[in-house]
């Protein structure tokens, strides 16, 4: 990356803001109820354009399971995301009450970023 494609970490738009929110709550009834689902949303400026990052962390205080997906348009990064985390949360349910669960969240530990 020369000097001249610096990234320059740019504000959401309070509509960008509001719509990755908008995806968090539609993974919350996915979890208990008191676990909470952390986002944090990236605009960089690229030359012309704009790309974003959109990383939900599913349970921050103990698991600490970050899904994230990157792109040129918002609104398919943050549904691609939603979608990774919606995966991961269906596998961790699944797997509840199977010997190999504990086995799995040691690994989404050691690595927290997924696909």
């Known amino acids: 990356m020369s000097m001249r494609e610096k990234k320059v970490l740019l ?15 539609e993974l919350s009834p996915l979890l208990n ?4 689902i952390a986002v944090i949303l990236e605009k960089n400026n690229n030359k012309n354009s ?8 599913l349970i921050p205080e103990t698991l600490n399971i970050k899904v994230q997906s990157e792109g040129d348009n918002l609104f398919d990064v943050c549904i691609s995301a939603k979608n990774k985390a919606k995966k991961t949360i269906q ?5 509840a009450d199977s ?15 997924l696909q």
């Open 33 to 36: 109820q008191n676990e909470p």
């Open 11 to 25: 504000e959401p738009s309070g509509e960008e803001k509001a719509f990755v929110y908008q995806q968090a709550l």
């Open 99 to 113: 010997p190999t669960r504990k086995i799995q969240m040691a690994h989404f530990k050691m690595f927290p970023y």
């Open 91 to 95: 596998l961790l349910a699944n797997q």
């Open 50 to 57: 704009s790309t974003y990052s959109v990383t939900f962390i």
